[in-house]
């Protein structure tokens, strides 16, 4: 498996809460990927990051913020969690050029937002 | 890992058998169309690509398949083990897009012994 880890694996937090989750990659690939998976919708871009301190936004980005201070780590925040982030989140890295297509995978973390 | 229940067209196949995977895309400008695994409990993983302007590709055991004038793409598994039992997606990247993979819904593929 390529060096990526998800933190945590599993959450349970409350509506209004703040959460934040973390990746973390020691294969020193420059793009960073967060998206969210839901029955019936498959997987959906949330934000991405093409660099340290250099990000973007995917497909479903409201009510989600990204932040890059090193290559390794990419944080996904959920300022203040709802019901319908109830998901999991996966982290993905890849290198450039063709290598876009080819993402590497974390394992996923499962939110629980009550 | 993790997974999702997702409720997903499902094919099943004897082991030993071919499968064959579809999927219809919408949009034309699409650089490369990409095929992806998922196994129960863990993150997708790279099966193959093609780039638009081919029809076929081959790789170990897989075949993808590029049908532009219907918008169809397919993957076809040679000899499906039990192994090859997951969640299959298909992915389009477009490079004006920022090079971001759009997912479709997947398809489970499920091997009898």
């Known amino acids: 498996d390529a060096g990526i880890t998800q933190s945590p694996r599993h959450k349970v937090t409350e509506t209004g809460t703040p959460v934040t989750l973390r990746c973390h990659q020691t294969e020193n690939h420059r793009y960073m990927y967060w998206y969210r998976q839901d029955p019936g919708h498959g997987l959906r871009l949330i934000h991405y990051s093409y660099g340290v301190k250099d990000t973007d936004k995917g497909e479903v980005s409201d009510g989600y913020s990204v932040s890059r201070s090193k290559t390794e780590d990419f944080l996904l925040t959920l300022e203040s969690a709802t019901s319908s982030q109830t998901s999991v989140y996966f982290c993905?890295?890849?290198?450039?050029?063709?290598?876009?297509?080819?993402?590497?995978f974390g394992p996923g973390t499962r939110l629980t937002v009550l | 890992g993790e997974s999702v229940g997702l409720h997903l067209p499902t094919l099943s196949v004897q082991e030993g058998d071919n499968s064959i995977i579809n999927c219809a895309y919408s949009n034309s400008a699409s650089d490369y169309f990409i095929w992806y695994k998922q196994e129960s409990g863990k993150g997708p993983q790279f099966i193959i690509d093609?780039?638009?302007?081919?029809d076929k590709r081959q790789g170990q055991r897989v075949t993808v398949l590029l049908n532009k004038t219907v918008k169809h793409l397919s993957l076809q598994i040679a000899a499906t083990q039990p192994g090859d039992s997951a969640v299959y997606f298909c992915a389009e990247n477009r490079y004006n897009a920022g090079n971001m993979l759009t997912f479709g819904g997947g398809t489970r593929l499920m091997v009898k012994p």
């Open positions: 093609i780039r638009s302007n081919m």
């Open positions: 993905a890295i890849s290198e450039e050029g063709r290598a876009y297509n080819e993402q590497f």
